[in-house]
């Protein structure tokens, strides 16, 4: 009997364990990281944390559950989304996968290369946008669906980023 106790003792420790590392990589702190890395490699002020514009992110995300898809919410922010899928994809890995658009964003002219986006990238390291709220959800297929959101928006015709 002792040993069934063990068992089941060892499965909630490690079940807690993976919980919590999967939490720790999806914290607001963790994605405020990660942008204020991107931004500092181009000399760009850090953004903060914000619960409202998180709020919106999440209730945006909710409403994403049940098909997972990358549309837009259109709402008053910027807002950069990412999808994936066969893997547990972390706060990092979407706005890694935004800066890796970095390649294709030609500062001199302010635009893309060779027909490529970089728009999320933009909106990454865009110097006037201070505040985000990022959130993350499991959609009903098993893929994730992280959106962040930045205020003020970045992406303004005609402006540079940095």
Known sequence: ?????YA??????????????TLAQNSPQDFVDAHNSARA????????WDNNVAAYAQKYA????????LVHSG????ENLFWGSGADFTAADA????VG?????DYDSNSFTNGRVCGHYTQVVW??????GCARVRCETGAIFIICNYNPPGNIVGNRPY
Do not use: F, H
Not at 8 to 21: F, P, Y
Not at 62 to 69: L, P, Y
Not at 101 to 105: I, L, V
């Open 95 to 98: 706005i890694n996968s935004w």
């Open 41 to 48: 490699a181009v000399g760009v002020g850090s953004v903060s």
């Open 1 to 5: 009997m002792r040993s069934a106790n």
């Open 62 to 69: 909710n409403q994403r559950i049940g098909d997972c898809q």
């Open 101 to 105: 658009e970095k390649q294709y964003y």
């Open 8 to 21: 089941s003792a060892l499965v909630c420790a490690m079940a807690l364990a993976m919980a919590c590392t």
């Open 75 to 78: 709402g008053p922010y910027g």
């Open 127 to 132: 110097r006037d946008s201070t505040a985000i």
